[in-house]
Each structure stands twice: as C-alpha cells, then as structure tokens.
C-alpha cells in the first residue's frame, strides 16, 4: 500500500467507525471547481491526479461525528490532500479570485483552513490510534516537527486574475524558490515545511508533473 493509500484507508476507517460510509476521494480538477463562479481553477484533462476532497471529508464527516449542529460547528478546510511517493503531505487550497490588494477577510479565511485543516486530520490521526489503527506515515510523538519536515501549504490562484502573481512565482522560481505571499509567511514560520503560492501553470509543472504515488 502506497502512502497516500494509507492515509485514505485510515480515514475511511475513521468514518466506518462512527457508521459512516461515502466517497471522498476526487480529482484534483474536480477539486478546484468553484461553484460561485462556476469555473475550474485547474482544470487540465490529461494531467490530472487522485486527491482526498477535504471539504468533503469536513463536511459530510467530522462535522457531523464531532457535532449534531454542523451550521453552528463549521469547520474551514483546504480543498484537496494528497501524499507523495517520499512521504511530503499537500494541502492544497484553490481561489479563483484577485489575491492582491484584495480583502483582508479573504487572506484571513485561507490561514483560518490551514490551522483548521491541519487540527481535523491531527484529531483523526489521534483518534484512530487510540482505537489501535496508528499510521506508519506519521510522528505521533512530535506532530510538530513532523509538519516542519513533511507538511506543504498550498495555494493555488488564478493566472489570469492574478498576473503580477505569476510574474513573482516565476520569479522566484528562476531561483529554485517558492513564492510566499507575505500574509502566508506565518504558515511557513511556525507551522509548515513551506507554504506558497502557485497558479494553476506553475502547480501542473511543478507538482503534478513530479508526483508519484
């Protein structure tokens, strides 16, 4: 069983356990749909990868086996996760909207699923083990070094809406670095291996093309 594998059956396992059952894994196009706008951020038909929905594992899963009031107990996720033949764990959060100078509530609700995101899995990792299922991908006894090591932030943007963007990632690219938009630097600081910025090019060619699962 490959690592993202696992980490699948572990969740689905967490489900079953609280006599849930449902699919939740997508592509990774799928997963950048936006229903508000009605348009895919990524939308590539031959380059394309599995990847766990995590609105969807939020939404029809955590929420309601942590609450009986899921509307007043929301819980804010990235997108889509996946996980790397090597063991490096995306979250992987798409905006089809301008990122600069745009509001303030929008650039906080994308740190706001980063904490959250991490906070669910950690608690379904956590819960599995007490319930004898423990994930061989993971550190149980330093979770935080673990995210320092192994855990990637991801937020992906619209080229087109975002051209000053893409001049930067590029930019940084050049540099064999990622670009982290200045409101993400908490992110990578205290949390995560790395946290930046892509548009759906810069995904494709940088992750997609490389991922081996």
């Excluded at 609700?109 to 899995?121: D, E, F, G, T």
């Excluded at 550190?139 to 932030?153: I, S």
């Excluded at 930067?168 to 908490?186: A, G, V």
């Amino acid at each position: 069983m490959n690592n993202y594998a696992e980490l699948k059956n572990i969740i689905n396992k967490y489900l079953q356990l609280n006599n849930i059952a449902f699919c939740f894994s997508c592509s990774l196009t799928d997963a950048s749909f936006n229903e508000a706008g009605n348009i895919y951020v990524y939308d590539k038909e031959k380059k394309d990868i599995e990847v766990i929905d995590m609105d969807l594992v939020a939404k029809d899963g955590y929420r309601k086996i942590k609450s009986t009031n899921t509307k007043e107990n929301p819980i804010n996720t990235a997108d889509a996760f996946v996980i790397s033949a090597d063991n490096e764990w995306y979250f992987i959060e798409f905006k089809d909207s301008k990122l600069a100078g745009g509001k303030n509530g929008l650039k906080d609700n994308i740190l706001k699923k980063a904490y959250s995101n991490w906070y669910m899995l950690l608690d379904i990792l956590y819960f599995m083990r007490e319930n004898s299922i423990s994930c061989s991908l993971f550190n149980f006894d330093n979770p935080a070094r673990f995210a320092k090591e192994h855990v990637h932030y991801i937020l992906v943007c619209s080229s087109e809406k975002n051209p000053d963007m893409y001049r930067l990632i590029k930019e940084c690219k050049l540099s064999n670095q990622n670009y982290t938009p200045p409101f993400m630097q908490r992110l990578k600081d205290y949390i995560f291996k790395d946290a930046y910025l892509y548009t759906e090019y810069h995904l494709e060619r940088n992750l997609i093309d490389n991922f081996l699962y």
